[in-house]
């Protein structure tokens, strides 16, 4: 299905959130923003499991705009395992030509998947992978499967007691392993919760608020620890709006 147009103010919007070549390059991780939609109600989901459309069709043309601006999108297993993402990009600039395939513009797909519970072959991104139309995943796990997926990079990174990675060194291998400069995080609800209290290691938030209650039953994002935002700025769509701004990072 087509995307919309971009709306042109957009642009100029995020542009002081977006990664600079020269400042990502002095940087040992990349430039990372972490990036998602919720309710009015900071729900990003009805429930869990369940695959939930909040932004409108501007703000999702406007996502599709920061793939384009982006080395990688990194999302979680769970998240992956429900919506099944195709995770290419479908916007190019109005003055060039439409890539012969969108995977000359898409960013690569980086999934958090330590378990080894999710499986490249039979997904959406396989199949838009397969028409040349997006990127092949790297899979973050916590030790190399015995069959490896064809086309699929691995990045065998150690877990702590709860299961998770250490955030900073996975960032550094992503960027000194696979040369990626600049990842956008997109989810789910544990990615995004745990990230929120890591300011140090996000360099910019972009969240589009949906004109919507999803409840109670709904999965929240409310991070255990205080967060405070700097260099704040708004936009008002035609149903959402988009909050970008900085963490503060702690002292």
């Given at each position: 299905m087509p995307?919309?147009?971009?709306?042109?103010e957009l642009v100029s919007f995020l542009d002081p959130y977006m990664p600079e070549s020269d400042g990502e390059q002095k940087q040992e991780k990349p430039y990372v923003i972490l990036t998602y939609?919720?309710?009015?109600?900071?729900?990003?989901?009805?429930?869990?499991?369940?695959?939930?459309?909040?932004?409108?069709?501007?703000?999702?043309?406007?996502?599709?705009?920061?793939?384009?601006?982006?080395?990688?999108?990194?999302?979680g297993c769970g998240t992956v395992l429900v919506d099944d993402p195709g995770l290419n990009c479908k916007w190019w600039p109005d003055d060039e030509d439409k890539p012969e395939h969108l995977a000359e513009i898409s960013p690569r797909p980086v999934i958090l998947d330590p378990n080894g519970k999710w499986k490249f072959?039979?997904?959406?991104?396989?199949?838009?992978?397969?028409?040349?139309?997006?990127?092949?995943?790297?899979?973050?796990?916590?030790?190399?499967?015995?069959?490896e997926e064809p086309n699929v990079d691995y990045l065998v990174m150690e877990t702590n007691f709860t299961g998770k990675v250490d955030w900073n060194d996975l960032f550094v291998q992503l960027k000194s392993q696979f040369g990626l400069k600049s990842i956008m995080v997109e989810g789910g609800g544990i990615v995004i919760n745990d990230l929120l209290q890591?300011?140090?290691?996000?360099?910019a938030l972009v969240i589009t608020i949906g004109a919507t209650f999803l409840g109670s039953e709904g999965v929240e994002v409310s991070p255990l620890i205080e967060i405070n935002l700097k260099d704040v700025s708004w936009w008002r769509g035609t149903q959402d709006s988009v909050l970008c701004s900085r963490l503060v990072r702690h002292s």
């Amino acid at each position: 299905m087509p995307i919309q147009p971009l709306k042109q103010e957009l642009v100029s919007f995020l542009d002081p959130y977006m990664p600079e070549s020269d400042g990502e390059q002095k940087q040992e991780k990349p430039y990372v923003i972490l990036t998602y939609a919720q309710s009015l109600d900071a729900r990003i989901a009805k429930s869990k499991g369940i695959r939930t459309v909040i932004s409108h069709g501007e703000t999702n043309t406007m996502t599709h705009y920061l793939r384009y601006k982006f080395d990688a999108i990194m999302l979680g297993c769970g998240t992956v395992l429900v919506d099944d993402p195709g995770l290419n990009c479908k916007w190019w600039p109005d003055d060039e030509d439409k890539p012969e395939h969108l995977a000359e513009i898409s960013p690569r797909p980086v999934i958090l998947d330590p378990n080894g519970k999710w499986k490249f072959e039979g997904t959406k991104m396989k199949a838009v992978f397969d028409a040349g139309d997006g990127k092949a995943p790297i899979v973050v796990v916590k030790k190399r499967p015995e069959v490896e997926e064809p086309n699929v990079d691995y990045l065998v990174m150690e877990t702590n007691f709860t299961g998770k990675v250490d955030w900073n060194d996975l960032f550094v291998q992503l960027k000194s392993q696979f040369g990626l400069k600049s990842i956008m995080v997109e989810g789910g609800g544990i990615v995004i919760n745990d990230l929120l209290q890591r300011p140090h290691l996000i360099d910019a938030l972009v969240i589009t608020i949906g004109a919507t209650f999803l409840g109670s039953e709904g999965v929240e994002v409310s991070p255990l620890i205080e967060i405070n935002l700097k260099d704040v700025s708004w936009w008002r769509g035609t149903q959402d709006s988009v909050l970008c701004s900085r963490l503060v990072r702690h002292s």
